[in-house]
């Protein structure tokens, strides 16, 4: 025995009553040399639990039942047993033993240091955990990922996509989490039923790995949305990975003999530019995918420019209801001229937002939190009201401007919206036709049958429709022939680069002629400066609206300002 170690000095190699405790104990037991690690001494319960006989166990060590990568840790536990001399059993952590067979199992085992036979030795009681290692393990694995598809969950992404931000801090590298969305897939599952639509998810979670690669942490976040983590790529791999992983969820995926075609969008943050923290760098990519489904692109790279959810505008948010009662919210109208006469012909209605805190809010600022919200429609009809009052005013001072108001997608599903217009009419006195009402493409594309019916009742009342920037949305003709439109407004991104952009400006020369083929008028956006405006009168442009005209300007002030404008003659 080590003189160096100091431990009970009981015999239990020749003790009779600590020998039968030993041999009759249910509980896997075995003693070894403390260190040649040679198994000293083993009980019945251990010989059958790991199945070696006795003398088969006797000519092992301690090291032989654990596997390599545990050794260690073993090593470590008896250093320790030595060291500090305690009394009683000592616990471990779980562990993994081996048996015989070469199958893993997890045990917890106690320890003592004692002297077995005149030699340092260490006693072991061994409790086999294996069942609640698994059970703990299939519980995690409900808990963090996906039982569909196999995939992490987002639970499980946001957690890895933190470690994976942690090690590029430490690395000086970058990643990229890009986020897609099955665009159709609702419509599928809801037709054909969820055994083919669980079949399709199984192949798009398929298709992810595979063009992903190993490197990728990839997961299931939603019913129709998957996460990508890309590390330590450029962006410019980052993207061409993104493009071909889009391409290959866009190819039709086949259950049976039939063939689906799933279309989807994506959206992509980097670290550390759009983020520093995994929550930060999901929400980028969130915003980044909603505007590649809104402007009908295959993706986005997340832009704070165009972040219209910072937390300051969230509180915006909370704040417009109230604004709304107390009166916040101002009528502003920016002049529409008519090229050939240059006179004033009608006026658009623009919002601003007089914050009691703030001061003015531009519309760029709230109306893109408002629009996806059922606030939009207190706010249209405040907008309605307030051009309807503006018009019976004008009317009073014998001037006859027609005012504009902008309409949104959630607007032209409100099947109320003809009648609430009327009411608002008959209520003023005020004659339909000097009431426009501008929709933009996005807005009508959202549900195109319910739109073109709410528009054509708004035709029939008498009420002037035209679609606002034309040319920056995806609609289609044959849904503009169906259209009781009559004017078409040309976006300001043409109409301000059209003298130094040709192909500006044959975008503007082609929608001009093709909406006088189709029987309507043509409004140019943007118009800044003299030299656009002559552009658009050699075009045969039928009005501009835009700087060179005016800016956008109170509507109580709009009378003093054409009685002194040359545009008034």
Known sequence: ??????????????????????????????????????????????????????????????????????????????????????????????????????????????????????????????????????????????????????????????????????????????????????????????????????????????????????????????NVQFGVVLSDLSTGTAIDLTGRLLDALADPLAVGEISFELGVHGGIAFFPGHGSDADALIRHADIALYRARQSGRSYTIYDAAHDPYKPQRLTLLGEFRKAIKQGQLQLYCQPKADIQTGTITSAEALVRWMHPDRGMILPDQFIPLIEPTELIQPLTYCMLEAAVRQCYEWSREGRMIPLAVNLSARNLLNANLPESIDDLLKTWGVDSCWMGLEITESSIMADPAASIRVLKQLHQMGLKLFIDDFGTGYSSLSYLLRLPVDVIKIDHSFTMNMIEDPGAAAIVKSTIEMAHNMKMKVVAEGTATRDIWESLARLGCDEAQGEYVSMPMPAMEFSAWLDQSSWAH
Not at 7 to 18: A, E
Not at 62 to 71: G, Q, S, V, Y
Not at 159 to 174: F, P, R, W
């Open 1 to 222: 025995m080590d003189d160096n170690i100091q431990v009970d000095q009981l015999n239990t190699g020749t003790d009779p009553w600590y020998q039968a405790l030993f041999e009759c104990s249910p509980q896997p037991m075995y003693i070894y040399d403390a260190e040649t690690l040679g198994f000293l001494a083993v009980n019945e319960a251990a010989s059958h639990h790991y199945g070696f006989s006795r003398d088969e166990f006797l000519l092992l060590t301690t090291k032989e039942i654990r596997p390599p990568a545990d050794i260690p840790a073993l090593l470590t536990e008896i250093q320790e047993l030595k060291r500090e001399r305690r009394a009683g059993f000592q616990k471990s952590h779980v562990r993994q033993h081996r048996l015989k067979d070469g199958s893993i199992i997890h045990v917890e085992t106690a320890k003592q240091l004692l002297v077995f036979n005149g030699r340092a030795a260490i006693c072991v009681l061994v409790n086999d955990v294996t069942e609640r290692v698994r059970a703990q393990r299939q519980i995690e694995h409900l808990a963090f990922f996906d039982e569909l598809t196999g995939l992490p969950n987002r639970a499980k992404l946001r957690s890895d996509l933190q470690d994976a931000i942690t090690q590029a801090k430490e690395g000086g590298k970058s990643l990229a989490l890009l986020i897609v969305e099955l665009t159709r897939f609702r419509e599928i599952n809801y037709t054909l039923g969820h055994l083919i639509g669980d079949e399709l998810l199984k192949q798009v979670g398929s298709r992810i790995r595979e063009v992903a690669g190993e490197r990728a942490l990839s997961a299931r976040i939603s």
